[in-house]
Structure formats: structure tokens, C-alpha cells
């Protein structure tokens, strides 16, 4: 059993940055891929990015590329999501999940989720 804890999220203005944080429980966690996701009011969990067990294959949603940054450090069970050039849009709750195996987009793929962080950008 893996239990994942998101922190980091807040209120930010448009064009500003934010880093979140997801603890995981399991000393195993090195074994896991882990992915973020996230979820607007009335609309449904959608992939944000994902992180390979060792870091050395990520992917990102079109929406987020050259925006956001997925890393993680194994040493302390921690993946994160470097969010910069905030928009509007980006408002969700966002979420860390975590599988061992490989990477997906697919909510459907992974094990383990986290409760969740709001973030929120202003105009």
C-alpha cells in the first residue's frame, strides 16, 4: 500500500509559479512510475504529466509542455510539478497518483492517488 500526500498548492496571480509536492509512504517508491493530474470544477481528472521510475522518461499534457516541469528524488519519496507561467486555466485541484509499472496518461492505469491540492491563478 502506497499512500501519497500533495502539498505546495495556493492562490497565485496569472504568470506566476508554484511547485507541488507529493509524499509518498512506501519505501519502494523508487519503484514506481507517478503521474500528476488534475481536475476543474464539472470537469473530468485529466492527465497533466508522468515520471518513469527513474526520472529518465517524462511526458506532459500539450496544455502544460514547456510550462511545466515532473521530477522526482527518490532519496526522499518526493515527486514534484515545477508549475510556471500560471494561467487562469491551470485552476484545479491537482492530483499526485502513483503505479509500478510504466508511465500513462490514463487515469484508469494507476494504482494510488492522493487527496488532492487546489490551486488557484487570478486574472
Known amino acids: 500500500q502506497v499512500q501519497l500526500v500533495e502539498s505546495g498548492g495556493g492562490l497565485v496571480q496569472a504568470g506566476g509559479s508554484l511547485r507541488l509536492s507529493c509524499a509518498a509512504s512506501?519505501?519502494?517508491?523508487?519503484?514506481?512510475?507517478a503521474g500528476w493530474f488534475r481536475q476543474a470544477p464539472g470537469k473530468n481528472r485529466d492527465f497533466v504529466a508522468a515520471i518513469t521510475w527513474s526520472g529518465s522518461r517524462t511526458n506532459y499534457a500539450d496544455s502544460v509542455k514547456g510550462r511545466f516541469t515532473i521530477s522526482r528524488d527518490n532519496a526522499k519519496n518526493t515527486v514534484y510539478l515545477q508549475m510556471n507561467s500560471l494561467k487562469p486555466e491551470d485552476t484545479a485541484v491537482y492530483y499526485c497518483?502513483?503505479?509500478?509499472?510504466?508511465?500513462?496518461?490514463?487515469?484508469?492505469?494507476?494504482?494510488?492517488w492522493g487527496q488532492g491540492t487546489q490551486v488557484t491563478v487570478s486574472s
Open positions: 512506501a519505501r519502494t517508491f523508487s519503484a514506481y512510475a
Open positions: 497518483a502513483a503505479v509500478p509499472g510504466d508511465i500513462s496518461d490514463n487515469t484508469d492505469w494507476y494504482d494510488y
